[in-house]
């Protein structure tokens, strides 16, 4: 079976063509490709196949096996794929998600493909669609003890639910340790969360570390980034509309409008293209 592996930011994915391959069993191939020992190695597996509502859908499952509705680095790698393996052809397009549809505009430089846009939609501040258990409306800067550690949290809906921990020095944070006990919380979170450790440098940058659910540690995040900014922005953090996001693996760069729709922009970048024999 041939795959394709992209990185986006330091997120690594496998990307296989579903309308080659049908009847895949996809929580399994993923926990078998996505292991960096016994297999290819990556965060996530991603799929493509026929949409009867955009011009292509993309399934998303994380390196557990764990399906997940979004993923912002993935689409960006997602579309790289589809655009370079001429399953679409176009330069705008419509990509069906379990988190709606992302429209996608790509820029080229040179002829060669340079930034992936997606419009990711306008971010949830509501408890119930994260969902949270804390009975309060929206979820900004919550006191919660994790590890024995106070620590002040911020979660939102991007797609995928998101918890943002805004820090002075990460020296003070186990992001490992915190992230995953974080992730588990399921008395607060109960379909679990991905968390977000950021460090404003200045008006429009943050640096960002991330643990995600179901993949853990990772290089960058996508989703991440949108509800990171969006956080910031919300509680006053930083006042520029454009944030350039410093994570781990990468850049990444995000718009967001009074109504908090996001914009992302981004590079993806194929690794290898192989066979996969097991």
Not at 10 to 21: A, C, K, Q, S, V
Not at 206 to 217: D, L, M, N, P
Request: proline share 1%; glycine share 8%.
């Amino acid at each position: 079976m041939k795959f394709s592996k992209l990185q986006a930011a330091g997120n690594d994915f496998i990307l296989i063509n579903g309308m080659e391959n049908k009847g895949l069993d996809l929580e399994m191939l993923a926990k078998k490709m996505c292991d960096r020992h016994f297999g290819v190695g990556a965060d996530g597996l991603m799929t493509c196949e026929e949409s009867e509502i955009a011009d292509i859908k993309m399934n998303y499952y994380n390196s557990d096996g764990s399906r997940g509705e979004m993923c912002g680095n993935g689409i960006r790698c997602f579309s790289k794929f589809i655009y370079d393996n001429e399953i679409i052809t176009k330069e705008r397009f419509s990509v069906e998600t379990d988190a709606g549809i992302k429209n996608i505009v790509l820029t080229f430089k040179e002829d060669e493909l340079k930034y992936i846009s997606v419009n990711m939609g306008r971010v949830d501040f509501r408890s119930e669609a994260i969902p949270c258990t804390i009975t309060k409306d929206s979820i900004l800067e919550e006191k919660i003890i994790v590890e024995g550690q106070e620590i002040r949290i911020s979660s939102v809906l991007m797609g995928v639910p998101h918890t943002v921990i805004v820090v002075d020095d990460y020296k003070n944070y186990d992001v490992d340790r915190l992230g995953r006990a974080i992730e588990y919380s399921t008395d607060i979170f109960p379909r679990k969360t991905n968390v977000n450790f950021i460090k404003v440098i200045d008006e429009g940058t943050i640096e960002i570390k991330t643990w995600e659910r179901g993949a853990s540690r990772t290089l960058g995040c996508g989703t991440g980034s949108c509800a990171s900014a969006a956080i910031a922005y919300k509680l006053g953090k930083i006042k520029s509309k454009k944030v350039k996001m410093l994570a781990e693996g990468g850049v990444i760069f995000i718009e967001l409008d009074e109504d908090y729709n996001i914009l992302m922009r981004g590079e993806a970048e194929t690794i290898c293209n192989g066979e996969f024999l097991k």
